[in-house]
């Protein structure tokens, strides 16, 4: 009789190291989901911070650019007006 319990209380006990076992690893499994589900939407999120910070590189540059141009034409247009007999171009408009 000793031996039967003995064999019952082990099978019992193996049961439970195995279900202790499983419930283990579907909690591993389980977070495991839920980092990379967490770890995709949080990357979606960072699409729009990516395209915030091109966004506004580009329009710097271009804004330069743009500024550029505009310092250079008013100053010509300042220099016509200031030297209007003083054409450097005077001469190539002349031969053409």
Partial sequence: MNKKVT????????EAAMSK???VLAIKNLSKQLGIN???RKALQAIPVIGTAVGASVNSVYIKDIG????????????????????PFQSMKEGA
């Fill in 21 to 23: 076992e499983g419930v």
């Fill in 38 to 40: 967490l770890t995709k």
């Fill in 68 to 87: 550029w141009a505009a310092r250079r034409t008013y100053q010509e247009l300042w220099l016509k007006q200031k030297y209007p007999d003083n054409d």
């Fill in 7 to 14: 064999e019952e209380a082990m099978k019992k006990g193996a």
